[in-house]
């Protein structure tokens, strides 16, 4: 089936450093949706592009969905303690009409304060 | 407005028991979802129904019915459950089948 492989894993940083991490595959998608997941609860939806080359900004946060269809990164500006927390990419595939997410296996961001 | 809620919040089963997850929405979306989520695995669609009255098999079915009892409410049922069914599971709603998805806060369920 289709795969995302989103990368790093996981991430330690220092407070206030910008952090980048991407989603790619094989597939070509119609939106892309990064999410965040706190400890115990559920993802909470961050930013939704739906266009090829889109650029979207969420306050600290920017993602773009690729050019070919087949990639997004996302970043946060200026880290804070509270972004800890695991993100996740999800694609959905171009056609159909079940809206099927293909969900990538997350990054997990560790902030040191 | 809460949103997508589910019950229980946690629940631990004996091999072989059975029990069926509740999930509901009162954003009025069409199609409603239920995945599973696993270490080191992301999240996995187990069902989802499209609109009130369907419902259709995702990646991981196996081991899983659903009934999509009106347009609010989705539930997930094991008839007997296994230790390899051990997960956190979510339900998540969208206004149509190609609409972005909205999350539940999960149900953890451990299978002895």
């Known amino acids: 089936g289709q795969q995302l492989n989103q990368s790093p894993q996981s991430m330690f940083i220092q407070e206030g450093e910008d952090v980048s991490m991407n989603c790619t595959s094989s597939?070509?998608?119609?939106?892309w949706l990064w999410y965040k997941q706190d400890p115990g609860e559920g993802p909470v939806l961050l930013i939704a592009?739906?266009?090829?080359?889109e650029l979207t900004s969420n306050g600290r946060l920017t993602a773009q969905f690729g050019i070919t269809r087949k990639d997004s990164f996302l970043n946060i500006s200026a880290s804070i303690p509270s972004d800890v927390g695991i993100y996740f990419c999800?694609?959905?595939?171009?056609?159909?009409?079940?809206?099927?997410?293909?969900f990538g296996k997350g990054t997990k961001l560790s902030v040191k304060p | 407005n809460a949103g997508v809620t589910q019950t229980p919040k946690f629940q631990v089963l004996k091999t072989g028991q059975s029990m069926t997850l509740q999930c509901a929405q009162d954003?009025?979306?069409?199609?409603m979802y239920w995945y599973r989520q696993d270490p080191g695995m992301g999240l996995r669609l187990i069902y989802y129904?499209?609109?009130?009255?369907?419902?259709d098999k995702g990646e991981v079915p196996n081991g899983y019915n659903v009934s999509r009892l009106n347009k609010r409410e989705f539930s997930l049922r094991l008839e007997s459950a296994a230790p390899s069914q051990t997960s956190v599971y979510f339900c998540?709603?969208?206004?149509?089948?190609?609409?972005?998805?909205?999350f539940g806060p999960g149900t953890r369920l451990l299978v002895l």
């Open positions: 998540a709603s969208s206004g149509t089948a190609g609409g972005t998805q909205y």
């Open positions: 597939s070509i998608f119609n939106t």
């Open positions: 592009l739906y266009k090829a080359g």
């Open positions: 999800a694609g959905q595939l171009s056609g159909g009409s079940q809206g099927n997410l293909i």
């Open positions: 954003m009025n979306h069409n199609s």
């Open positions: 129904s499209a609109s009130e009255g369907t419902t």
